[in-house]
């Protein structure tokens, strides 16, 4: 593949394997991969537009399956979800290398692109567990238990399904106000859903549900919560630095006992 070009995709996952199977058809490495909507690095050559196709994007997939783990695969999909600016060519080698190599490269930690990649899968899974500890419901007058979030990577997808599991018997809504879509339970399946104006439903600074949605109980219980959060604290045992990487400060602004 000695020629290169700049090319633009979707940035969907799909739209990323499109891009492999497009590289090996044209013999041609990008020299950057963007986002359609991202403007043209200073210095460049050719330029090339990736169409999504599922039919190639399975055809990359398949042959990844022949090469990686099923962890491996998994932590491909997840590390995706880090949303990095740099990770899309890391990704993108990765792939590259997986597909060719003769045997799997997910251990080769001495590799660039292999290391890169998981540590994005880290990071995203702490991301993920982080939330699945912070998110605090609030009830709205409909009885719908409703979370804002505004984690760094989008993790979302991931922690559906322990809410799904753990609070299978009511409806709720958690809501991504960095990227603006959530998921809505309904008691009996997940949909994911969109705002088009947030401010009516909420204050997306605080994350609180707008006085006249809330349920009758709902302000009461939030001061119980805060009561019994001030209660159990010892104030000869406060370590402030512990407490600041156990409960990062950048999750306070949505979680009820620190507002």
């Known amino acids: 593949m000695p020629s290169t070009a700049t090319f633009f995709y979707d940035r969907t996952f799909d739209g990323l394997l499109t891009a492999v199977f497009d590289a090996f058809v044209r013999k041609q490495l990008p020299s950057a991969i963007k986002g359609e909507d991202e403007p043209l690095p200073l210095f460049h050559d050719e330029v090339f537009t990736v169409v999504s196709d599922e039919e190639k994007a399975g055809r990359v997939w398949r042959a ?23 990770l899309d060519m890391h990704l993108f080698n990765y792939i590259c290398k997986a597909v060719k190599a003769e045997k799997s490269i997910e251990t080769f ?53 322990h809410f799904e599991d753990r609070f299978a018997d009511q409806p709720w809504i958690i809501y991504d106000v960095r990227r603006n879509y959530g998921c809505h339970y309904n008691g009996s399946e997940v949909k994911q859903i969109s705002f088009a104006d947030d401010g009516r439903m909420f204050d997306p ?55």
């Open 109 to 161: 930690f001495t590799d660039e692109d292999v290391r890169y990649v998981t540590d994005a899968f880290r990071r995203v899974r702490y991301e993920r567990l982080r939330m699945m500890q912070f998110v605090r419901f609030q009830k709205a007058k409909d009885g719908t238990y409703f979370a804002i979030i505004r984690p760094d990577y989008n993790v979302v997808p991931l922690i559906i399904p």
């Open 205 to 259: 600074h605080s994350g609180k549900l707008k006085a006249d949605l809330l349920d009758e109980n709902e302000t009461l219980f939030q001061e119980l919560w805060r009561t019994y959060f001030k209660a159990v604290c010892i104030k000869e045992r406060l370590n402030p630095r512990k407490h600041r990487k156990d409960m990062p400060v950048r999750y306070w602004a949505y979680m009820t006992e620190k507002q």
């Open 64 to 86: 990844l399956e022949k090469k990686l783990s099923k962890q491996a695969l998994t932590m491909l999909t997840v590390s995706y979800l880090a949303e990095e600016e740099k």
